[in-house]
């Protein structure tokens, strides 16, 4: 999907890549990143909120949890915290010492991580879609002598809701829902989310709202005009230096960039964004049968929109495209599949759309990219251990 960017803005880190690979210091399916390049995006999107009063939480699940990655972000770039998508990347970050300013969305706490979460994580905010949820976290606010905010999800009818994330307060019961929480002690409730709120349109080739966003506002106008003071405002999804005017136009107070860091944006498909492409996949040639070559994986995610790769032989030093096979997405993808014969051992690069976090890769760190001594700072797993070899 942004293999024609990766080329365009960055042919740096595919040269790098292949490198390492080839000097055996990184193994097929692995994720290499470029961290400079990656420090330039997150510091244009800082750049662009600034000038809207946004601010930004890091989604760091689809650079694999990282805590190197997140210091970054936080330490140098200066964003509010990380947000974190389940509470398993939050006991990770804990553990590591970073900040986390929310959790629950789109994974809700689990009853016996509350206490922990409430009493030693301390979350600037915690996304709640059940009267149970809420009680829970107020008792355990109780039990800690502390306040705890929150913030709350309503839907509608044919909001876009994806499988097995459906989730939120009808909005017909919003006055209910609020009456009740309102009642339970050391709680306070602090805005409104949804998600997603922007999602690109590829016929209009650009980021356009979502029904979910219009969704999110009559849920802000409801508890105004309930006398509520409504200050986090937060409308993730496709948060880039392209929507973060959309977020201030719709009254948004927060962002949640991810793609963005590492310039894979469904908008920066033909490398025409600022940020630029800072992550490639490298993988190799384990075979070839009836016709086809065989890459090692583990990196596939479901809608990666992958197209194809780029197989480093040695007739091909710059490289030969080569079309992906389509494959079923229910079988596991202990390979990935290219139209054509190729060398057993070639190095192969790919591009595309990914979760780092439900992958089984590698995540190599490369700083100096651009300079004549790159320096491979470490590797991790997906959920953002480093790995030592």
Known sequence: MFLEALKKQNSALIECAVTLLRKGLVLPDTYVVDVDQFRENAKLVKQQADKF???LLAMT????????????????????GVVCVDYKEAIQFHQQGIKISHVGHL?????????????DITPEVITVYSIEKAQEISDAAKKANRIQSIILKFFEEGDA???????GFPLTSLSAVVGIIRQLPNLKIDGITHFPCFLYDE??????PTRNLHTALSAIKEMERAGMEVIHRNFPSATCCETLPLIHRYG?????????????MPSNR???QPEKVAMAYVTEVSHVFEGRTYCYGGG??????????????????AGRFMPICPTDAANIDYYFQLDGGSSVGSPVIMSFRTQIFVTRSDVALVEGITSSAPRLLGIFDTQGREIVR
């Not at 809701?161 to 989730?167: D, F, I, K, V």
């Not at 479901?302 to 780029?310: T, V, W």
Request: glycine share 12%; hydrophobic share 30%; with cysteine.
């Open 203 to 208: 016929d209009a080739q650009q980021v356009k």
């Open 252 to 264: 948004g107070t927060h962002g949640e960039p991810g793609h963005a860091l590492t310039g894979t």
């Open 161 to 167: 809701l994806y499988p097995n994330q459906e989730s």
């Open 270 to 272: 033909k490398g025409d």
């Open 107 to 119: 994974v809700q706490p689990p009853s016996h991580f509350i206490e922990s979460l409430v009493r």
């Open 61 to 80: 699940k689809q650079i694999g949890r990282n805590p190197v990655l997140a210091r970054i972000l936080i330490e140098e770039c200066g964003y509010q």
């Open 53 to 55: 009063g946004i601010k």
């Open 300 to 317: 596939n995610y479901g809608r990666s929109h992958i197209e194809g790769a780029l197989v480093f032989e040695d007739a091909f030093p």
